[in-house]
């Protein structure tokens, strides 16, 4: 092997020590600001937040820029029972239908009695009429899509955003019926919403893809967990 070689060989050795280093000190965070939370008051969890983490949450993801780790397709390191909200924007439609159900039921344990889990989603169904009857609402995602440098010249990539934008035919994308029937078969009771909206102030304008186009196709259902 030649010197060139052997240099990538450890470098690629040293990132890999340096990932599962940082990983488990991020898993550490979690766990520390779920009991900090307990202590001061409500503990609110927002899964797959990137880099658009929100004030007053703890805001995990599996990537490193987040603050605190937690794969949320795994069971959660934290006390069964011990967290108040669970928030995932434009999270669920990039999981398998089965991975989807194992976050689920991961969140289900660790939320107490009459804590509620918020998801918001691109919404099939809502897209599929968008383009079907290629009308104002049409127009307007056009247009939207237009904004953000996403140029259309055919209504029907409306259905090809959905289905293939951000990769998320890697995952399964839902309507209402579907997405409800899954929280519901973990045990959840549902209540479907309008995006910025909720009976609960703390999961009140939490969406930020407020475009009238993007509230008219985005999905946001809330399960509660029965107290």
């Known amino acids: 092997m030649t010197h060139a070689m052997w240099r990538r060989v450890l ?10 280093a940082l990983r488990n000190r991020r898993r550490r965070r979690l766990v520390t600001e779920v009991a900090r939370a307990r202590t001061e008051g409500l503990v609110q969890v927002n899964v797959g937040a990137g880099r658009r983490g929100l ?11 987040c603050p605190a780790h937690l794969d949320a397709t795994q069971p959660w390191p934290v006390p069964a029972g011990s967290v108040d909200f669970v ?3 434009n999270v669920i439609e990039h999981l398998t239908l089965a991975q989807g159900r194992d976050l689920m039921r991961h969140a289900y344990v660790a939320l107490a009695p009459g804590g509620v889990i918020r998801l918001a989603t691109p919404d099939v169904e809502a897209s599929a009429r968008s383009y079907l009857e290629n009308g104002e609402l049409a127009r307007l995602g ?22 293939v934008g951000a990769e998320h035919y890697r995952g399964f994308c839902y309507d209402y019926a579907a997405l409800a029937a899954e929280l519901r078969a973990v045990g959840f009771e549902v209540e479907r919403c309008v995006a910025g909206d909720s009976n609960h102030p703390e999961l009140k304008g939490l969406e930020h893809r407020m ?3 993007e509230v008219s196709t985005q999905l946001c259902v809330e399960g509660t967990k029965p107290g």
Do not use: C, F, K, S
């Not at 690629?12 to 020590?17: D, L, T």
């Not at 004030?55 to 820029?65: E, L, S, V």
């Not at 056009?142 to 289905?163: K, S």
């Open 211 to 213: 475009h009238p186009a």
């Open 11 to 20: 470098g690629g050795w040293r990132r890999r020590v340096y990932d599962v």
């Open 142 to 163: 056009m247009a939207r899509n237009a904004e953000l440098g996403n140029t259309m010249d055919h209504p029907v990539q409306l259905l090809a955003e959905v289905y």
């Open 55 to 65: 004030p007053d949450w703890i805001n995990t993801d599996i990537a490193w820029p």
């Open 87 to 89: 928030y995932g924007d």
